[in-house]
């Protein structure tokens, strides 16, 4: 919020796949064991920011623009908050079982930007700057999975929505075609919003997430993000750290934990194998490696060293949204 690099314009801020979305998903969930009674005053700053944009979506800019960052920055910015604005918005509302007004004009806005043709028919145009994992080109895939996230997790059933179906089979058709040839830190996406929205994949695909998620746990019960990514390989040329992390291994057991005995609408019939020995390890794995000195859960970067970032606000980028779902997988089933 107070960055520099983040301001934009009608006095908003940038928000980010790092930061600003883990965040908003993970924080509601600290309320009872910290005593809140509502949203902590950084919460509703951000809401209110989201707000803002989506009020003013066709006067404000994008976060990026072909003139200042090079082609199809335009599209890609628009494309890319418009899923991100509504998964905030309706993360939010799901506290409260509601879906306001403004999430459903997200909502509007996010299937407005939704590509109706060509390869990448029934997902939005993402942000690339050649950066995993969240703005490389194989990006496209992590976002049309977090709009079946936002879909999902929207309260009131808003995924039955008769006026929604053909997006959504759009966006089913996409993630089921192109599932194959994604790295599994994607997958794993995928996997947690075939919890929300049920049909999403076919039963086979999950079950083949999920036994390539188990061949990756380290021995400490852990998972290690590089390990996930493919053969990606750092800008400055360094090597990969390979520890088990933050971001791994709580975004794979909080995925995991969606598909627990009793879980609606996502219970999956087909596990058929005790996965719960598997997502415990990763749990007490978590439960270990909290920072005591800062809070934040480690996760380190792909694309550089920490010797090489632009500054020490991008060297948190990772801790950042390794913290968010670290928080979210340590309390699931109390939010």
Known sequence: MGWSKAQRDHETFCISCHTAVPYAMARARLRGSLGEQGASPAEQRLIENVTKRVRLWKEVAPFYSDADRGEYKTVESRGTEAVLNALVLASHDAQNGQLSEDARTAFANMWAEQEKSGERRGAWQWLRFKNEPWEADDSDFYG?????????????DYRERPEIQSNLKLLRDYLQSKAAGEPLMNRVVLLWASAKVPGLVEPEL???????????????????????????????????????DGYATGLIVYAMEQFAPGKEPGQARWIGEDISKRVNAGRNWL??????????????????????????ETVRFMNDAATAYSVMALTNGRE
């Open 144 to 156: 049309a999975a977090l709009g079946a996230i936002a879909t999902g997790i929207a309260p009131g």
């Open 206 to 244: 999950q079950r083949a997430i999920v036994a390539e998620v188990f061949a990756k746990q380290e021995a400490d019960g852990g998972w290690n993000l590089p390990a996930l990514a493919g053969n990606w390989s750092r800008h400055d040329n360094t090597p990969q750290d390979v520890q088990s």
């Open 287 to 312: 439960a270990s490696h909290q920072d005591a000195a800062t809070g934040y859960w480690p996760s380190a970067s792909l694309n550089k060293s920490e010797a090489n970032h632009i500054g020490p």
